[in-house]
């Protein structure tokens, strides 16, 4: 149920892309479930609110994962010194054949939903696997922690072992059309999202009519996009017809400029006119910092991106990367940026704390709608943060202390959290 609230505490979310908005000992006012601002004082309307006073702890916006795949939890931080392609056939692809088992998917998912539940992060865009039933397990798990998220059912007719590849486009899409129609309406806070693999693993065939459905139903796709050499090269075999990878995306009908939004993960190596198009499309860009130097991707130009005016998020990547948490991402993005920096072009700034934090909260939560800050009108989602495990001997600022949670990306820092005005505990 959505209640109506006060937070008291050291309050600190996103301006903009380069601005935080700081109060100590504010008052951040929720009303069914929707943010009425953030005030130094109380105000009078409100006094009639109860207040949970949290003292000294820092109260943030709920962070949001734009790419993260539920199935691979249990492989994390396995096979790290393999390449994407190599890593998918050793890896990914024997564990996620183990969810047509209902009891073994049962159990892994139970780990994923309650590892992210315990964490900073508040919203989710997740892949499942091939399999509707595990998928739809996955989705009544979801919905029943509180997150608000959008699940994914794979699709794979293709360039994958036999015993997970779907039999074929038609089957592969009628699966998918009528898992849609059972889940669509079935949750409050759980909804289905397409999810073609990536291009190598679906036919020109099934993207179509993966295209089709979702102008049918109007809900948004995630994929993957440009994040391997090897992976690119491929594709233009796949698609000799297309000018780069997006361009083959978009010829098949799933690279925005729909009603819905499109989520590509990655864009390590996107082109000029890529990135054109992914502005002109609306596309967002979900950059996956951990992974991409995990499996040796490369490092994605997100300050070229965010200087293009692209929409710009943050995803865990599991199990390319090793944690669900957000601020690990926010941490790794800096990092991987300065990297690029020195190494690769250095007429691209490195992100700042403060732009890391904006595409984990605010960049991302535009996915969702109005989500990702306490500015009045929206979705009230925050993160109660108690930092008194990090000793020092210094007085430290909020601005301070937010970034050493963010480069320290302790989960255990987490004592409370509210989803759109939902407390989960």
């Not at 601002?37 to 702890?57: R, W």
């Not at 916006?61 to 010194?81: I, N, S």
């Not at 992976?231 to 075999?237: D, G, K």
Request: hydrophobic letters at 35%; aromatic letters at 10%.
């Amino acid at each position: 149920m959505k209640k109506s609230f006060v937070l008291k505490g050291n309050i600190c979310y996103s301006k903009n892309q380069k601005e935080l908005y700081i109060i100590d000992g504010g008052y951040a006012v929720c009303v069914d479930g929707i943010s009425k601002g953030v005030f130094p004082e109380m105000p009078e309307k409100y006094s009639n609110l109860p207040i949970k006073d949290c003292g000294n702890q820092l109260i943030i916006p709920g962070l949001v994962d734009l790419h993260v795949h539920a199935p691979q939890f249990p492989f994390r931080g396995l096979g790290m010194d393999m390449e994407l392609l190599e890593w998918l056939e050793t890896n990914t692809f024997p564990e996620e054949s183990k969810y047509a088992d209902l009891d073994y998917a049962n159990r892994a998912y139970d780990l994923f939903v309650q590892d992210v539940l315990k964490g900073p992060n508040t919203r989710a865009c997740i892949f499942a696997t091939v399999h509707v039933p595990a998928t739809e397990l996955l989705m009544d798990k979801l919905e029943d922690s509180g997150l608000n998220t959008y699940v994914g059912k794979v699709n794979m007719d293709r360039n994958c072992p036999e015993y997970l590849r779907e039999k074929d486009a038609s089957v592969s899409a009628a699966d998918t059309k009528k898992w849609i129609e059972g889940t669509i309406h079935k949750y409050d806070h759980t909804k289905p999202i397409l999810t073609p693999r990536f291009i190598p693993s679906c036919t020109d065939e099934l993207m179509k009519m993966l295209s089709e459905i979702q102008r049918e139903y109007e809900i948004p796709v995630q994929s993957h996009l440009s994040e391997n050499r090897k992976e690119i090269a491929w594709v233009q075999e796949l698609c000799p017809y297309s000018r780069f990878y997006g361009d083959a995306y978009d010829k098949l009908g799933l690279f925005g400029g729909m009603k819905t939004p499109t989520l590509m993960a990655h864009c390590v190596y996107s082109s000029e006119e890529e990135i054109h198009l992914m502005k002109e499309n609306g596309v967002y860009v979900v950059h996956c910092p951990q992974s991409n130097t995990n499996v040796s991707s490369g490092m994605a130009p997100v300050r070229q991106y965010l200087n293009e005016g692209i929409k710009v998020g943050l995803g865990s990547d599991v199990a390319g990367g090793g944690e669900t948490s957000i601020f690990r991402a926010m941490a790794d993005a800096i990092q991987v940026s300065k990297l690029r920096a020195c190494c690769v072009d250095d007429s691209l700034e490195q992100l700042t704390v403060e732009e890391a934090f904006y595409l984990g909260t605010l960049g991302g939560g535009a996915f969702f709608g109005n989500v990702g800050s306490f500015a009045p009108g929206y979705e009230f989602d925050a993160v109660v943060l108690d930092d008194t495990n990090i000793p020092t001997t210094l007085e430290l600022n909020t601005k301070q202390r937010l970034e050493r949670l963010i480069y320290f990306s302790d989960d255990r820092n987490v004592i409370s959290k509210y989803v759109n005005g939902r407390k989960l505990f």
